[in-house]
């Protein structure tokens, strides 16, 4: 469901001739591992995005940190886009190929390389993901708690700066990435930061790369924080008459220190999807998921208070559980929120987008989103990470329809400058892509020169996935 | 008590005349507020370090965000360094002056802007101490938890990249700082983040400035998160027949996942030294100070979970309490331990490094380095921030002894080789400075090339606090 191009902001021109001496150079050195058919080009460039699919060159499956050197070295030869590839499920354009180039797929270096059980961490290939990752962890006692919904490589979600559900409690990749290996533009290896909980030496270049979506550096190890599989986990689900009751409900549960792990906000439209989809007879209207981890005796108390801050905000029942086949069930709405949306319209596509503001101007901020969806006629339920103050809109887009798709995204750029205006960001966890690039001058001002002066520097050809983040001039 | 100046690995010159035109520049413009007296100017280049005294060349006391600009042009136009400085209880010559130049002090910029409660944040001027802070909040119900013992600037503290005792609960500045305003080398004013609680829009700058050290950036204004005031605090003190045992102990502490705000480790000498001083009798062998922050019932689970850890690694009895005023007690010996060390040998200065390991390799590095302090023959206790592999050693010097200072530099030395040979770091909270500088390029390897690369196109003249992190070439 292509829009407008225009919107791409991207001024980049293909390099025909370097692409095709460095296509015919990784075709002959890569062999089988290098594709350049039309099906698996496009596939590399598709996501689940609303923005057209711009096709690398090719496509070479890395198998380790030299390959990808290799790989750098010959495109940085000649000058010619290099977009890291995890496994496609970001959302903002972030693996198009708008000048071309070649895609470097990480899928094939998905090995645990080392747990450190003791130390709470783990050293893995980019291309593992995070369902793959807790697999392997199933026996140790631990587990990555970053979940954010796809079930995408943990490269990519340091890319992204990925978060989700419980990033109320632990934190966002930044927090649970210790430290790094990357690929820079000139083909140098870089280690950064140590199995060290903190330190102080020197530049944290491990936060500069997470978020960074491969346009510093490409991510060929992470050190990553594990924590322990709580003992109990107890969850459920509280109505309330209406958002902001809710939302003073989530402010009063932070503000009283409850280290709840999860807290989701689901509106009426999502709610009324989710019965129809999930054949649940949840009470129409804004709803919270909750989850808390720890001990049998520490999730109860949890539950207990959050039940009282809830009565007191004017909410229902809470109805909750620690029986794990209970709290499946009651999470399950929330957990099938993105194809019971699509059972709203079906037909349709879902355009999935988010912001983050204060918590003190969530309610405002999702009311007159609402308001705003109703006076266009768009179905767009929502759902968010109230606990972090960032939701989602998945607007429903009749592909074929044009004037719609219009509709959605003038409605998609007022909710990003609405967000912004409330001291908030045009993305909480989706990140920047293609899809974003015309709100950072509004958002970040001066800083965003910043940032074009640290691309310039580390990658001064404009080689590392270009036309991402950073707007060229 | 200068060390050799060799070890600062400086090769930085001075500017006399671009020096002696921005000093008659300020003191004209900022009349009282410029400060040139050898007291004054000694006192800004002094602090807590054992590194010689480098005096700016002079002082200006600035006002606000716009003050900032104006010198900073003034010494832009003039090729004249810039030292930012909040309280100067940093430990590595952070606010020395190598190639002279101005020292900015921010003290008088120490106002709270903003109280958002609700959303657990505030905005500050850099110069408030966190101390100042706190007493601030006092009323709201929340505090501002990092504590790195001296009632440092938040500003510094945020350069430094700053924690302390409860770090390993509540994080370190780059987890509690939402969003900065910085005065870049070129004057621009760079305001990064915004108050929502997480983003993905973009290259994290807030992450790149905490840990800078003023060499990309004078922080100006920052966003801090805060917490709720906890409802319960018990703490408590726990020996081990051995550094290993007590280690052990803190390892499956963190596994269970009790949230342990504080978990502090001794060794037998700070023990005796806290005896001495504080008037305790605590048993004189490695020793565990440790503090839980929850609900009444909560800290209490707490610490019997904990009881039961410590005696299944043999340690002996947890003695922990609830009430504030035995508490305060029990804590005591562990908030005199610099008095304390210093009382081990009156007239000696005491040398503060620290070193930070993975908890795995704690007890190994720790019974090595007093290994090595023994056959040194110096007097150095060791306190740690056990939880997060963090800890301190205080070697106590005659300032006039010269074969002393060097064996102590010898040792230092040896101290951070062993402790990133472990996959540790130089500095788990001190930061870089002029004094750890050498350790760098072992530590990081390649990645010292990218932290230059940042250094060099956000600072292209190399004003911005020379000398310190990232060494000229």
Redesign the interface.
């Known amino acids: 469901m292509p829009m407008s191009p225009a919107a791409l902001h991207m001024h980049l021109t293909r390099n025909e001739p370097g692409i095709e001496v460095a296509v015919g150079i990784l075709a002959q050195r890569f062999g089988e591992r290098f594709a350049s058919s039309r099906a698996i080009r496009e596939q590399h460039g598709h996501t689940t995005t609303w923005l057209p699919n711009q096709a690398p060159d090719g496509v070479v499956f890395a198998d380790s940190t030299e390959e990808v050197v290799e790989i750098v070295r010959i495109c940085a030869q000649h000058k010619v886009p290099i977009i890291p590839f995890g496994t496609g499920s970001s959302l903002e354009g972030h693996v198009n190929a708008p000048a071309g180039g070649i895609s470097i797929d990480v899928s094939r270096m998905n090995r645990v390389l080392k747990v450190?059980?003791?130390?709470?961490?783990c050293v893995v290939q980019p291309g593992i993901t995070r369902k793959q990752l807790n697999e392997f962890l199933r026996d140790t006692?631990?587990f990555f708690p970053i979940d954010p919904g796809a079930d995408a490589s943990v490269g990519g979600m340091a890319a992204?700066?990925?978060?989700g559900t419980n990033?109320v409690r632990y934190?966002?990749m930044?927090?649970n990435v210790l430290a790094l290996t990357a690929v820079?533009a000139d083909g140098?290896?870089?280690?950064?930061g140590?199995?060290?909980?903190?330190?102080?030496?020197?530049?944290?270049?491990t936060?500069?790369l997470?978020?960074?979506e491969g346009t510093?550096g490409i991510i060929t190890e992470l050190t990553l924080k594990l924590?322990?599989i709580?003992?109990a986990i107890a969850g459920g689900v509280c109505p309330f008459p209406d958002v902001e009751s809710a939302c003073n409900a989530v402010?009063l549960t932070?503000?009283?220190?409850i280290?709840v792990a999860r807290m989701e906000l689901a509106d009426t439209l999502q709610v009324k999807a989710c019965n129809a989809y999930s054949k649940l007879d949840l009470q129409e209207t804004p709803t919270l998921f909750l989850e808390f981890?720890?001990?049998t005796?520490?999730v109860r108390?949890q539950s207990e208070?959050f039940s009282a801050i809830a009565a007191d905000c004017g909410g229902g029942e809470f109805v909750w559980t620690d029986k794990a086949e209970d709290r499946t069930k009651l999470w399950q709405a929330r957990h099938d929120a993105y194809w019971a949306v699509l059972g709203l319209r079906p037909g349709s596509k879902a355009v999935a987008t988010d912001v983050?503001?204060?918590?003190?101007r969530l309610a405002e901020c999702v009311e007159e989103t609402r308001r705003d969806i109703e006076a266009t006629g768009l179905i767009a339920p929502m759902v968010g990470h109230v606990g972090?103050?960032?939701f989602h809109v998945s607007i429903l887009v009749d592909p074929d329809n044009a004037e719609e798709k219009a509709t959605a995204e003038a409605f998609i750029e007022r909710l990003n400058w609405r967000?912004?205006d409330m001291?908030?960001?045009?993305?909480?966890?989706?990140?920047?892509g293609q899809g974003?690039m015309k709100?950072?001058k509004r958002?970040?001002?001066?800083?965003?020169?910043?940032?074009r002066?640290?691309?310039?520097?580390?990658d001064p050809d404009n080689i590392m996935n270009p036309g991402k983040?950073?707007p060229a001039s």
């Open positions: 450190h059980a003791e130390d709470l961490d006692g631990l992204t700066r990925a978060s990033a934190g966002t930044k927090d820079m140098s290896v870089v280690h950064t140590t199995r060290a909980k903190k330190s102080s030496a020197g530049y944290d270049l936060r500069l997470v978020g960074s510093l924590h322990g709580p003992e402010i932070i503000q009283s220190g280290p981890h720890g001990t005796a520490g108390e208070l983050c503001v204060p918590i003190s972090d103050g960032n967000a912004i001291e908030g960001t045009c993305t909480g966890e989706h990140g920047v974003k709100y950072l958002e970040h001002g001066e800083a965003l020169s910043v940032m002066a640290i691309k310039t520097a580390l983040i950073v």
